[in-house]
C-alpha cells in the first residue's frame, strides 16, 4: 500500500447525503405562520424590520457544524441576521429544545453577524415570506415533509449561495445538509466563533493534557453506522472485512511516518465491533469511555443515549483535531471535517482503488481565535 501526497488545499467534491422524513408536528411549524404583517407583530422588539437566515439541522454535531458554516456566510454576504435552531435533535427528546445551548456557549455575533441560538425562537416566529417557497405554505401543510422535497431544497439553497446575489424572502430556511456549500474560510470561522460549553471544555482540556500532551497522537476515526443507513459512505463498507484491514493497514502506515514524540493511537467509533477488532491488532490504541448502541441498532447520535451521547461526540470531534496525524474512514463523514481543517497530517482513502492512501499535509493549519 502506498502513500499518495496531495496538498491540503486540493479541490474536493461533494458528496450527497440523505435526510430523513419527517412526519407529524414539530418545531419546524413555529416557523411557518400566515400572513407576513401577522408574523412581524409576532417578532420580539428590535426585530420586525429584520431579515434572517435559519439554520436548522437535527443531525450529528458534523453536519450541523459545516451547514451552519454555509448558512453564516451567506447571513454574513446579505446583512442578515443568523437563527441556529436545532431543536429537535437527535441527540436530545426534548423536540423544543434548542440542541446548540445544550452544547455550546451562547454566542451573540459571529465575525459581526449577529447570532439568535437560545429557546427564545420558541416563542416567535419569523417573517415572510420564505425561501425556499415551500416554507410559505400554510402550518399543518409543513408537517410532512419527504426527503425529496429537503434535496430540491438542498439544490435551491446552493444556486442561490453561489450565484452571488440575495433572495427577496425576508427569512431563508436553510433545513438541508449544507456540506460542500461554503469555502473553507467560513468553517474555519464557525470553529474560531463558537465554543463548546465550559464544562465540556474541562473534559476536552484534562484528557488532551493527560493523554495526549506527551505523545504524538494518531487519532483514527472509523463511521461504522452500526445498523443505519449510512447512504454515501456505504461504498466504503462495501466489503467490511476488507475495511478494516483498510483501517489497519493505514494506521501502521501513518505509525511508520515520522513523529516528534512517543506514538499513541486513539480511536474514535460508532461501533463496539470495529473496537473490538481494531483493538486486537492494537492493544495499545486507547478511546474514550462511552455507551454504545446494540449491535445493528443504529448511530451513536440517538435519543436513547441522552445529551451525554452528544457531549462524547463533542469531546471526541475536539480532540481528534488536536492530533498530530488523522485518519479519516470514510473521508466523506462530516464528522472529522474540523480535524481535516485543523491537523497537520490526514490520511484518507481512495474509493476508486481502496489500496491507495492519500496523505494530506499542511506546514501550519493554525485555527486560533484572533
Excluded at 59 to 77: H, I, N
Excluded at 202 to 212: C, K, N, P, S, V
Excluded at 266 to 280: I, Q
Amino acid at each position: 500500500m502506498k502513500f499518495y501526497r496531495r496538498n491540503a488545499r486540493a479541490a474536493q467534491a461533494p458528496t450527497k447525503t440523505s435526510a430523513k422524513t419527517i412526519c407529524g408536528l414539530s418545531p419546524m411549524t413555529s416557523l411557518v405562520q400566515r400572513g407576513v404583517r401577522k408574523e412581524a407583530m409576532q417578532m420580539p422588539g428590535g426585530w420586525k424590520n429584520d431579515r434572517f437566515v435559519v439554520s436548522r439541522r437535527r443531525t450529528g454535531l458534523g453536519d450541523c457544524l459545516w451547514s451552519l458554516a454555509a448558512a453564516w456566510r451567506f447571513a454574513e454576504r446579505t446583512g442578515r441576521k443568523l437563527v441556529i435552531d436545532w431543536r429537535g435533535s437527535c441527540y436530545l427528546d426534548q423536540p423544543f429544545t434548542n440542541a446548540f445551548s445544550v452544547f455550546f456557549e451562547p454566542v451573540q455575533d459571529i465575525a459581526g453577524v449577529r447570532v439568535i441560538c437560545d429557546d427564545q425562537i420558541n416563542q416567535h416566529s419569523f417573517p415572510g415570506p420564505f425561501f425556499p417557497a415551500w416554507w410559505n405554505r400554510p402550518a399543518i401543510d409543513c408537517a410532512y415533509r419527504p426527503d425529496e422535497q429537503i434535496f430540491r431544497e438542498r439544490d435551491e439553497l446552493d444556486q442561490l449561495f453561489q450565484s452571488g446575489q440575495d433572495s427577496d424572502a425576508n427569512t431563508v430556511v436553510c433545513d438541508a445538509c449544507l456540506m460542500w456549500r461554503c469555502d473553507e474560510e467560513a468553517e474555519r470561522e464557525i470553529f474560531r466563533s463558537i465554543k463548546p460549553r465550559s464544562e465540556v471544555q474541562a473534559r476536552i482540556d484534562a484528557i488532551f493534557r493527560e493523554h495526549f500532551e506527551p505523545y504524538s497522537v494518531i487519532g483514527i476515526h472509523v463511521r461504522h453506522g452500526n445498523g443505519e443507513d449510512i447512504m454515501g459512505h456505504a461504498p466504503y463498507w462495501a466489503d467490511p472485512e476488507r475495511a478494516l484491514q483498510q483501517v489497519c493497514n493505514a494506521i501502521d502506515k501513518a505509525k511508520a511516518l515520522p513523529h516528534a514524540k512517543p506514538v499513541r493511537a486513539f480511536l474514535c467509533t460508532d461501533s463496539a465491533l470495529v473496537l473490538e477488532k481494531v483493538s486486537a491488532m492494537f492493544p495499545d490504541v486507547f478511546t474514550i469511555p462511552k455507551r454504545f448502541q446494540a449491535a445493528q441498532a443504529g448511530p451513536l447520535h440517538s435519543a436513547a443515549l441522552g445529551a451525554e451521547g452528544g457531549f462524547s461526540a463533542l469531546i471526541e470531534m475536539y480532540l481528534l483535531a488536536r492530533c498530530d496525524t488523522v485518519i479519516r474512514f470514510p473521508p466523506t463523514s462530516a464528522f472529522t471535517r474540523y480535524a481535516r481543517l485543523l491537523a497537520p497530517r490526514v490520511i484518507e482513502f481512495d474509493l476508486n482503488d481502496p489500496s491507495r492512501l492519500i496523505l494530506i499535509e499542511e506546514a501550519s493549519k493554525e485555527l486560533v481565535a484572533s
